[in-house]
């Protein structure tokens, strides 16, 4: 079964620039959520998607957004990116909402310079 | 809002010894979940152990077992006869049973496992 496959793995964006980043859900697995990780602030929820439905989203600029697909793959965009943008982004897939856990994938990890 | 705290942010075991990470959170919820995750430098976020706030009863996951003190708002791990490969962050997550459906992490662990 293959798991949670996040593309790419590297990226390297100049700031105000804008970015997509992908994710492929396990299979079954209709909710997919997006978390940021740095050093300074850990790992914060961005955004989680249901069946194409974003249901919620987290702390930050709408300069982030994300949509879903009707396979469950999933998409986020930043735009106008900013230094501190730079981060590993990872998403996690879940078939009850997380009740059970998510699977996360390996992430993207995206340096601004 | 929730919040989740890890007190120590490193710590170190002998191989094939016993080490207890230490968690708690704050909730005015009486329902939710509470997770370990471990994240290896490969950097995927690993589920190792999960636990139902409704249930008194301590999860256990082969060498992996958590002490949760629900009035204490407290979650530990503990992790017996530790292994070279158990080295990695590990994170302590809450999520609400009715509420937001994301995960609250604390700031993390380093575990290291010295041979």
């Known amino acids: 079964k293959a798991g949670v496959t996040q593309t790419p793995r590297y990226l390297i964006k100049t700031r105000g620039q804008q970015v997509t980043l992908s994710c492929s859900p396990i299979?079954?697995?209709?909710?997919v959520s997006w978390y940021q990780q740095t050093p300074g602030q850990g790992l914060q929820f961005l955004f989680e998607y249901f069946s194409e439905t974003q249901r919620n989203k987290g702390n930050f600029p709408g300069r982030f957004s994300g949509r879903q697909f009707s396979n469950s793959r999933s998409e986020m965009n930043v735009s106008t990116l900013e230094l501190g943008d730079s981060a590993l982004y990872l998403c996690?897939?879940?078939?009850?909402?997380?009740?059970?856990?998510?699977?996360f994938g390996s992430g993207t990890r995206l340096t601004v310079v | 809002a929730q919040t989740v705290t890890q007190s120590q942010p490193e710590m170190s075991v002998q191989e094939a010894e016993t080490v207890t990470l230490s968690c708690t959170y704050d909730?005015?919820?009486?329902?939710?979940?509470l997770f370990w995750y471990k994240q290896p430098p490969s950097r995927q976020m690993i589920l190792v152990i999960r636990?139902?706030?409704?249930?008194?009863q301590n999860a256990t996951e082969n060498r992996f077992s958590v002490n949760f003190q629900k009035a204490a708002k407290s979650f530990s791990l503990k992790i017996s006869d530790s292994q070279l490969g158990d080295a990695a962050m590990y994170f302590c997550a809450y999520r609400s049973f009715e509420g937001a459906q994301k995960l609250v992490f604390g700031q993390g662990t380093r575990l290291t496992i010295n041979p």
């Open positions: 299979s079954g697995h209709r909710s």
């Open positions: 636990q139902e706030a409704y249930k008194q």
């Open positions: 996690a897939s879940s078939l009850d909402r997380g009740m059970r856990g998510y699977t």
């Open positions: 909730t005015s919820e009486s329902d939710y979940y």
